[in-house]
């Protein structure tokens, strides 16, 4: 069992950044793999990124590669997604989730609430 809270929305102009947090309670969060996802109004929920349990891998979609960078932090319970060079195409809904390290959205069992990141042009 994990519980997720992300943090770090806001609202930045374009080629801004922005770093978002994800924060885990509960004594397994090394266990699973992390993942960021984001929904835009009236579209669905798709991969941003993934970490696998140890950090050692990670994966991010072609959209953001070079702007984005994911990362964990298993002695804190926490992993981040920092991300730069802002685009307002880049505006949703960002959450963080816990599962098997994957880019499918059904490939994992925990969520957090979301956070809001709007990039204005």
């Known amino acids: 069992q994990v519980q997720l809270v992300e943090s770090g929305g806001g609202l930045v102009q374009a080629g801004g950044s922005l770093r978002l947090s994800c924060a885990a309670s509960g004594r397994t969060f090394g266990d699973y793999a992390i993942g960021w996802f984001r929904q835009a109004p009236g579209k669905e929920r798709e991969f941003v990124a993934t970490i696998s349990w140890r950090g050692g891998s990670t994966s991010l979609t072609d959209s953001v590669k070079g702007r984005f960078t994911i990362s964990r932090d298993n002695a804190k319970n926490t992993a981040s997604l920092q991300m730069n060079s802002l685009k307002p195409e880049d505006t949703a809904v960002y959450y963080c989730?816990?599962?098997?390290?994957?880019?499918?959205?059904?490939?994992?069992?925990?969520w957090g609430q979301g956070t809001q990141v709007t990039v204005s042009s």
């Open positions: 989730a816990a599962g098997s390290y994957s880019r499918i959205v059904t490939d994992y069992n925990y």
